[in-house]
């Protein structure tokens, strides 16, 4: 989604802001811009449509330098994309703002200004923000109680940065419903949607909570909470060495990301002991509250449901724990009836993504034994406020569609299985054969990748293809899904996932010699079933193409393609089965010449509702 990067200092910051923008790309944005002050305290914008390079261009045709500054990403919401819908958003030549999030009553709030003589030069709901902020410092020379008047105006999400002309050593922010972080410096500091933007100028953070308003200059920072009273909020050091996000000798990140799982698998295990699973590997009072468990509901989007889809087949077969999967959009907006002993279970790659946190916010914690969070972001707003945390070690993902951070997730929710599953009956003997499932889990899928050649040879005959369709059974029906989603998110081929059973109940109607379907077909108790399913789908001249188990009976045909897999656990199907579909929906996505890193249209980390 939207970027923020902001800095106060006491040296030029324009490469500072443009390098923030640079390691914010991968959140997904349509255009840029940014707006310093220089040391005549001159108020200097660059604003252009597409990539930072565009912005960086003019930056470099017209230079633009000074102390304090903004800049911002932006991902179109209100107003299509273009340089005059672009942030920063200025109102009296004298106040530049950079927003992220919706302003829900931003109509009403323009119909007023406008009435006061305000002229909008932009169709994003944003401006209103800034022509509020000026019209408020009529007669009122602090920017923070300027901010304070107007923050009450809104209705919706935000996280706000701003510079004054006639306050040049300051930035001002506030934040509600969207993330807003303090990068702390040596006489100089600075504003972040995401702690990644500043890893480059310092290694401590404050993370603001919601409803914070905030006044940065190079010397000093004062937060104040949402009754105007100051507090101090902690100052969190980053520790690890920054992670390098080089291609390397990678054509996409998305590619070099399929190929990093095997590393990022091991080190999600091991870092949660690695020999077994121990409750502790989910927060300190993770014994006290997993004791108490008698239900588990999921909450999550996209991809992340995928994963709770998954988790659901293990917690109720391995546990024998019910267990619940919903989309956050649909669970926060509905009455709902709660077994007594629930666990709020909330998957997330970047732990801010708003549905899914608004439905965390609005739970309440009558209904639940406690919450948990699986996240790959430390001190992101879910992590901050749930009662467990359990962090994957996915590191840092900057291909749009998710790849590692999924197959992780699913180790996480695996090892939570297990946690439960040792209170509820799960004998011991079996525990150890996930556990060890989960140690040999990097191999299964090193020798998954080493298909590569292979998958590439199939998916050339999606090219010329405008649908496709995907069937799997039993647990592997999310796997399905989510090699769906992955081909529909970066090579816009329309795909649907379907039961393998439901394939009568409608879809059969679709297959023709111009519907490829792909077959996620281990060989499981199901598998006879499934068979006959797709003797269905050929029979009427679709084309099949199955990923199956080499020792599962399947043997390529007449219009019958099968990718023989690695023989490994039933467990460990979903993930290695997961990862063959990445790599089809790659190729096909590369040999399309698509965007393969930045879907159109797509965002990394959804802030918004």
Known sequence: MCGIVAAAARREVSEILLEGLRRLEYRGYDSAGLAVLDDDARLLVHKRLGKVAELEKAQHAQPYYGPTGIAHTRWATHGEPSAANAHPHTSGDRIALVHNGIIENHSVLRQQLEADGYVFTSATDTEVIVHLLHRAMNGCDDILKAMATVVDQLEGAYALAVIDRENPAQIVGARQGSPLVIGVGIGENFMASDQMALRQVTDRFIYLEEGDMVRITPASIAVFDGQGDAVERETTRIAEAEETVELGDYDHYMLKEIYEQPRALAATFSAAGGHEVADSAFGECAAEIFDQVKAVQIVACGTSFHAGMVARYWLEELAGIPCEVE?????????????????????????????????????????????????????????????????????????????????????????????????????????????????????????????????????????????????????????????????????????????????????????????????????????????????????????????????????????????????????????????????????????????????RNLAKSVTVE
Do not use: W
Request: proline share 5%; glycine share 8%.
């Open 327 to 599: 989309v956050a959009s649909e669970f926060r907006y509905r009455k709902r009836v709660q077994i007594p002993g629930t666990l709020l279970l909330t998957i997330s790659q970047s732990g801010e993504t708003a549905d899914t946190l608004a439905a965390l916010r609005d739970a309440g914690t009558d209904d639940f034994v406690g919450s948990l969070v699986i996240a790959n972001v430390d001190n992101s707003s879910l992590v901050r406020e749930s009662d467990l945390v359990f962090l994957t070690r996915a590191g840092a993902e900057i291909g749009v569609a998710s790849t590692k951070a999924f197959t992780t997730q699913l180790v996480g929710l695996l090892m939570l299985t297990i946690a439960l599953g040792r209170r509820n009956g799960l004998p011991q003997g079996r525990e150890q054969e996930l556990v060890n499932a989960l140690h040999a889990l990097p191999d299964y899928v090193q020798q998954t990748l080493e298909l590569d050649t292979a998958i590439k040879a199939l998916s050339e005959a999606f090219i010329p293809k405008h649908h496709a369709l995907f069937l799997g059974r039993g647990i592997h029906y999310p796997v399905a899904m989510e090699g769906s989603l992955k081909l529909k998110e970066i090579s816009y081929i329309h795909a649907e996932a379907y039961p393998a059973g439901e394939l009568k109940h409608g879809p059969l109607a679709l297959v023709d010699d111009d519907m490829p379907v792909v077959a996620v077909a281990p060989g499981d108790e199901l598998l006879e079933k499934l068979k006959s399913n797709l003797e269905e789908v050929r029979s009427r001249g679709g084309e099949l193409f199955v990923f199956a188990d080499r020792q599962a009976g399947f043997t390529s045909e007449p219009r019958v393609r099968v990718l023989a897999m690695p023989h490994c656990p039933e467990v460990a199907k979903p993930i290695i089965y997961t990862v063959a579909l990445q790599l089809l929906s790659y190729h096909v996505a590369v040999q399309k010449g698509t965007d393969v890193d930045k879907p």
